[in-house]
């Protein structure tokens, strides 16, 4: 099973990236680059702080109605690093889907605010197939390998503001962290008689499958400061994770259905035993976030134009996402799923502005980094899969109206990135320690988006409804 060995590649839930969306009208158009002055309800996520300048309830909401997520592995079905034949692996998918939705009540003249949210903080999709046609030793085998992927993160929580003055605002968002995450590997291995053209008379398959659900709470403290009428400053902190529950579901299955006249040598019952392997086991696990600091600065003229720069901070973390006294999940026998988590100090970067071409009319445009937080792929083997690194670097560009009650934003993000990601080899010696090829990874990212802002002041909302 030679050929099955080379192929059996890892497959990876997004361990390695913080900032995959933008949450909020200004914060998508200015990518991100509002933790210094936003008073929007998606300050709940950005900066607490920024809700104790509302002075009046809202809602708010965003969808991508229209999206493209690509994802492309170079040789992705292949023998080895040194070996011709091969083929690249894509992942495409069509994004529909909301993104946040954030409900602020204002009391006491705007002194104090309550908020509750729910953001889409990671959706990763991954569907990956492809087949090989090859001859070995005289025999033709068609190798297939399968990989599907499903990994997301949503936050859920209230939020509560307090503002101490005209200038300074505190605030704090509680958040719900749950994850779902699935994936799926399949490998094959048809043996093709010549003679009889395309019809496979043996085969090898591993499948490998893993489920999880996970929740924990973490929170978020801000402050925005009002220095002048033009600059203001924001600081936010995020703080790591309570776990509450997690729970994984692992199967490896191994089948050997090549005829016996095919494989060398004399075969008994022993060895068709072996020939047909299942496990299964039910864990305990476990997804940390990291303390992160986030800074931000402003300066403007409100309803005119304005320039904004943010930098979030996030520190290095290492964890298990299993218990590591499982030996036979912890040690790696499931190929497709990484138990160490190692992430790095990592810092984003935004930069935004925005123009009012008429008082009703602002035109936002921003840059930002989604940098990997996962170790450099340095070397091009390793003893051990390990995550991929892709940095990730985003445009957006957006047009909004706004009137007294209501407001509305239309526009483009996008985000590309190549990097690196890990496989089995196909030369597989159980005398080498370096079993693991590194192979090119690419990322590409482009949503249109809706996003929103309602006051509660009028008729507004009835007026949505109907």
Known sequence: ???IMSICAEAKADDTHYENFRFGQTAIGLGGAVTGFISEP???FYNPGGLGFLTTSK??????FLGRDQRVIRDFVSLDENDQPSKDGYSKDILTLPTNSVIVKSLAGGKHALAFSTFLLTETRDDFSGQLHLEESGQQLQLGYTE????????IGPSYAYRLN??????LSVFYARRTYSVLDQVTERIIKPEIDSVPVGYTEIHERVDTQEAGIFMKCGALWRVTPKWSLGAVISTPAVQLYG???YTYRYIDATPSDLIDGDIDDDDDIERFYEESANESTFTQYPWMLGLGASYGQEGEWRLALSTNIYMPLTYDRVDPDDEEVAEGRFTN????VERKLTINTSIGGELYMTPQWPVRMGVFTNLASSPELDQSRTDSPQLSHVDLYGLSLSVGYE???ASINFGIETQVGAGYETSLDSDLNIDDQELFRRRKREQYRVLFFISGALNFVSNKAKSMIK
């Open 166 to 171: 005209s200038r300074v605002s505190i605030g």
């Open 247 to 249: 729970k994984g579901e």
């Open 148 to 155: 599907n992927l499903d990994d997301r993160i949503v936050l």
């Open 403 to 405: 009137e007294n009650n």
């Open 337 to 340: 799923f990484i138990t160490l």
């Open 42 to 44: 998606e300050a709940s």
């Open 1 to 3: 099973m030679f050929a």
């Open 59 to 64: 809602f708010s909401g965003a969808i991508n």
